[in-house]
């Protein structure tokens, strides 16, 4: 799988990608990473990559231009053959199966293993990382294949964003995680709970002992105190998931 991120901070990612499973995922070849500056299609002596709302208001906002250019450098089929539809949600009229256009940005739809699981299923993502007061609408209607928020807060711009999009992503491909199982009975897996509990040595510490069950061996019987915890514990720290996963199962 191959990740591109558009940014205006480059540096920022020389950092991020260099440790755990990301760093040993893009050694053994399992996914790619490209980072491309913004400024490189500018026009002007400043590259310049933003300007003043129209309407008036706080802040500034990224150009449509130089990030038009962007994908479509990156993705030369895109080039020319915008159409514009009046449908939010990307336009492109020579959009390539398995390759996406993400907008971060704070307005999009909330990012969850779940749709970390739908991205994992394209070959190529290229994520726009937001910034200032945010992004041309242009960009977001008639570029972008889908615009996702990291959580409902505002960050300083879309670099923290992409970094996580690409984390949790990334390890859901085949052969990131030692043991791909890993990625299945963890929070958040098919069944949207939180994980159980774990434990490791020593058996006691200060006082506080492992839960029996969990040294005896009997693997049915840990198999089942696994999914009440895992209840147990999403029920007292994240209700709302519940709530979530009751819905699907009407």
């Known amino acids: ?6 940014t205006i901070f480059p540096d920022f990612f020389r950092g991020p990608f260099d440790y755990g499973v990301v760093q040993k995922a893009r050694q053994s070849g399992r996914i790619a990473i490209e980072v491309h500056d913004l400024r490189a299609w500018t026009h002007d002596r400043h590259r310049t990559v933003d300007d003043r709302p129209f309407g008036g208001g706080e ?20 080039a020319g053959r915008m159409e514009r539809t009046g449908q939010p949600g990307g336009s492109a009229g020579a959009r390539e199966p398995g390759k996406l ?11 969850d293993q779940r749709l970390a699981r739908e991205l994992a299923e394209a070959a190529e993502l290229l994520l726009i990382c937001g910034r200032y007061e945010g ?11 889908q ?7 505002v960050l300083s711009g879309g670099e923290l964003a992409a970094a996580m999009v690409v984390d949790v992503v990334a390890r859901l491909k085949e052969g990131v995680l030692g043991n791909q199982d890993s990625a299945l009975f963890e929070s958040f897996g098919p069944e949207g709970l939180l994980d159980c509990p774990q434990y490791t040595r020593p058996a006691e510490f200060r006082g506080m002992r492992v839960p ?13 105190w696994r999914r009440e915890a895992a209840l147990e ?6 209700p709302d998931l519940l709530q979530v996963r009751e819905s699907r199962n009407t």
């Open 1 to 6: 799988m191959k990740f591109h991120i558009v």
């Open 59 to 78: 802040g500034m906002l990224l150009k449509p231009e130089p990030l038009f250019e962007a994908v479509e450098a990156i993705w030369p089929e895109r």
């Open 101 to 111: 256009v993400v907008l971060l940005s704070a307005q999009g739809r909330k990012f």
């Open 135 to 145: 992004v041309d609408e242009r960009v977001a209607g008639h570029l972008a294949d």
């Open 147 to 153: 615009e996702i928020a990291v959580g409902d807060f």
């Open 212 to 224: 029996e069950v969990l040294l005896g061996g009997n693997h049915e019987r840990i198999r089942q």
């Open 233 to 238: 514990k999403t029920a007292r720290l994240r």
